[in-house]
């Protein structure tokens, strides 16, 4: 069986800029590139996981979000097959639910999709919604410190089962020490 890592996209791999619209806006956090790199050659297939209520509430267009995904693989330059597979939840918050985070649907959907051993899948991600999604599809979550919370406040608000990084490097160079 396959593993995966399931990351979120603003926060956790780029500078999150709330209702992100414009690919100009698009910001790599630095180390993600090593990190990615670092995972890829660790064997994982890598997910995108993005919540971006922003079209469910008419703020954009999920053509802009693919275009911001688009200018985030160019700032990558892994290769524009990075990702096995994307997925972007347009709900807001006060629309009924079928993708967006904390729903595990779409890592549950991928698990079976491409046989991925949940023992060995990860969701990463800057908020509690992401932690959820991870911990509700039976995978492991990480939370990274570059997004909504810093270190403290992450502390605080420890969700049980979760890890903590400061960054997706951090995290990548954790999973390659075994
Ligand atoms: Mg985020």
């Known amino acids: 069986m396959k593993k995966a890592l399931f990351l979120d996209r603003d926060g ?4 999150d800029k709330h209702y992100l619209a ?3 806006g698009v910001e790599l956090i630095p180390g993600v590139i090593t990190g990615l790199q670092r995972a890829r050659e660790l064997g994982f297939l890598l997910f995108l996981f993005t919540n971006q209520s922003g079209i469910g509430r008419g703020y954009h267009t999920l053509a802009d979000a693919e275009a911001c995904n688009r200018r985030m693989l160019e700032l990558l330059g892994l290769g524009d097959e990075l990702f096995t597979d994307i997925c972007i939840a347009p709900e807001s918050s006060d ?11 779409f890592i549950h959907d991928s698990m079976t999709m491409h046989a991925l051993d949940p023992a060995q899948c990860w969701m990463v991600g800057d908020r509690e919604s992401d932690i959820e999604a991870g911990l509700n599809a039976g995978i ?3 939370a990274v410190c570059t997004g909504k919370y810093d270190q403290a406040t992450w502390q605080e608000k420890f969700i049980p089962g979760m890890k903590l990084f400061s960054n997706f490097a951090e995290f990548a160079e954790w999973l390659a020490a075994g």
């Open 22 to 24: 414009d690919p100009a």
């Open 140 to 142: 492991h979550a990480a």
């Open 12 to 15: 956790t791999l780029i500078i």
């Open 95 to 105: 629309q009924p639910v079928e993708f967006r985070k904390p729903s595990p649907r």
